[in-house]
């Protein structure tokens, strides 16, 4: 078993409605979320957070999460504070993580934050009432990336049920594809593993399959023939860093590269996802493919965003539906 | 016959605790972890009595002591499924055998530098995966017990 401690975390979070991982959600709490999304999706500009603080935290950089937050936020009519340098805060002066979070406490409804350490937020939502989302702790946990990838998979296949789902390229290090495989845990996904061998799944993700019944297939090969049958291809960037052997490293870095060529024999639903940034893993002329869908999918980050957003400050689905404040 | 010494070094006690079923490997681990170098009372250390059940054993025998939980649950740690005696006016008032409980709360250091509890000046939490696996509550690591560091 694995992060089966998380759902004691949302148990002691009840009452502020933090979002530290979503690993422990049933599917009726994934698909509650998922119809907020497409919710906003149909009407993304609206005046529900008015009156509304969300502070975003960034105590290590991103670009695109910390965009896609402010964005959900600000397209809410909630207004945003807080910082993206940790450099220019005083946690550079030695402040505690937890005196931070009990002083933006007393000004914010809502804390995003991003934090180098694991388990960090998992620690802020013990120390404050203020709802806490997770956006990455370390290389532990990115929710609101697995929520946003789920709604991408759903609302491109219509389902996320019985799916063949294909993950390539950094199978050990990528901290979206273990958080998605165990959010598809109760869909009956079939998951092929395509990642070199110093890059392959871990064991105890393989261990979690088998536990959960989940079927799985790994290979190494990368070609039209083996992603024939995917109904997702969930590409990752193998990153020269990751390597032990350098020599290694450059056998296999060309050989997790999606071209267009590649996609001939593919499914005509199949769909290719990437958390982004993308480096060389996907060429350019993928792009224009029909099964392209990676830009796509971060726009859905902004649906899912807001809905995160809301869910943790009490605001319901029916609350939503009956938005008096659509602009 | 080894039995009954044992016995009678137990009952001569009057106030304190006994140790018993401490692996021979861990005595002196288990009697480091609680300072008896130090101790004022009187202490008995016994290693490589004859044992039934572990073939070999050790045995810790000290006056006016009583343990709290967090020391109980640092002994655990040590070394699971040891056995405590306490004794009270000559009287055995409690024999119980000491298990792993399911959390530990600030006895096990995390492993993981990265992990939140090594960097903030906060509690650790532990939970018990299995008979010899325990998990951090907060960056989800696991450790197996013979690798802990008390906290």
């Known amino acids: 078993m694995i992060f089966d401690i998380y759902s004691i975390s949302s148990d002691i979070n009840m009452e502020n409605r933090s979002i530290v991982s979503i690993a422990d959600y049933g599917k009726e709490k994934i698909q509650y979320l998922l119809d907020m999304a497409t919710e906003f999706e149909a ?81 802020a939502s013990e120390v404050t009432n203020v709802p806490i989302i997770n956006a990455g702790d370390g290389s532990n946990l990115h929710p609101s990336q697995t ?88 590409m990752t960037r193998v990153q020269r860093e990751r390597f032990t052997d350098l020599m290694e490293y450059e056998r296999v870095k060309d050989a997790y590269i999606l071209r267009a060529d590649m996609l001939g024999k593919c499914k005509d639903n199949m769909k290719i996802l990437h958390p982004l940034p993308r480096v060389n893993e996907i060429e350019y002329d993928v792009d224009d493919s029909k099964h392209a869908y990676y830009f796509e999918q971060a726009r859905n980050g902004l649906y899912a965003r807001e809905a995160l957003i809301c869910d943790v400050l009490g605001i319901t689905l029916d609350d939503i539906k009956n938005d008096t404040s659509i602009i | 016959m080894e039995q009954n010494k044992e016995n009678m070094m137990v009952a001569a006690l009057e106030n304190g605790s006994v140790i018993d079923h401490i692996p021979t490997d861990k005595l002196f681990t288990v009697a480091q972890l609680l300072q008896l170098r130090d101790c004022k009372e009187e202490v008995v250390i016994a290693n490589n ?25 640092q002994l655990a740690v040590i070394c699971p499924n040891i056995r405590l005696t306490v004794i009270k006016d000559y009287k055995v008032v409690e024999k119980r055998e000491v298990l792993l409980p399911d959390t530990l709360t600030n006895i096990v250091k995390c492993a993981n530098p990265v992990c939140i509890t090594n960097n903030e000046p906060m509690k650790t939490v532990f939970y018990r995966k299995d008979k010899d696996t325990l998990k951090c509550r907060y960056c989800g690591k696991e450790q197996k017990l013979k690798d802990i560091k008390l906290k």
């Open chain 2, 49 to 73: 009595l004859k044992s039934n059940v572990m073939n070999k054993k050790g045995l810790l025998k000290i006056s006016g002591k009583f343990f709290n939980e967090e020391e109980i649950s």
């Open chain 1, 147 to 234: 929520m946003l990838d789920l709604y991408s998979i759903y609302k491109t296949q219509g389902t996320l049920e019985n799916l063949n789902i294909y993950m390539v390229g950094d199978l050990k290090y990528g901290r979206t594809v273990h958080s998605l495989l165990m959010s598809m845990r109760k869909y009956n996904p079939t998951f092929h593993f395509i990642a070199p061998k110093e890059l392959e799944m871990p064991e105890e993700y393989k261990l979690y399959c088998q536990q959960n019944n989940i079927k799985y297939i790994e290979q190494q090969d990368f070609t039209e023939d083996t992603i024939a049958d995917a109904d997702i291809l969930y």
């Open chain 1, 43 to 123: 009407h993304p500009n609206r005046q529900i957070l008015k009156g509304k603080v969300v502070a975003t935290l960034f105590f290590e950089p991103s670009t695109r999460t910390r965009l896609s937050f402010e964005t959900a936020a600000n397209r809410l009519g909630a207004r945003v504070i807080g910082f993206t340098d940790p450099k220019v805060t005083s946690s550079s002066k030695g402040e505690t993580l937890k005196d931070t979070i009990k002083m933006v406490s007393n000004y914010a409804d809502v804390i995003v934050m991003r934090h180098k350490l694991e388990g960090a937020a998992l620690y």
